[in-house]
């Protein structure tokens, strides 16, 4: 059974950081896309970043680059987003997905793993 669990959101000043983190279970995280979505009260959901698992590229929001990290720990089944320079309109929830169909990531894919969401809230 696939599942994915976030947890490491909070709240933050504007400028501050957060790392969240996602534990995945129930499949080999190194054959799968993985991705971090996010989404606002009344917006729709957004996508962050993902990474491929093919090579392991990235891939980033213009809203988010330069300011947010994704990552991985094969060995811990663990994935991360390693978020700096934090925003008021970074508030979100947060959610990681995977996608088990294909080998490059993209943001507009289908993915059919996902976590149930940590919020993160940036004000001061």
């Known amino acids: 059974q696939v599942q994915l669990v976030e947890s490491g959101g909070g709240l933050v000043q504007p400028g501050g950081s957060l790392r969240l983190s996602c534990a995945a279970s129930g499949f080999t995280l190194d054959y799968y896309v993985i991705a971090w979505f996010r989404q606002a009260p009344g917006k729709e959901r957004e996508g962050v970043s993902c990474m491929s698992s093919s090579d392991g590229s990235t891939y980033y929001a213009d809203s988010v680059k330069g300011r947010f990290t994704i990552s991985k720990d094969n060995s811990k089944s663990r994935v991360y987003l390693q978020m700096n320079n934090l925003k008021p309109e970074d508030t979100a929830a947060y959610y990681c997905?995977?996608?088990?169909?294909?080998?490059?990531?993209?943001?507009?894919?289908?993915?059919?793993?996902w976590g149930q969401g940590t919020q993160v809230t940036v004000s001061s």
């Open positions: 997905a995977a996608d088990p169909y294909s080998v490059v990531c993209a943001l507009d894919h289908r993915y059919d793993y």
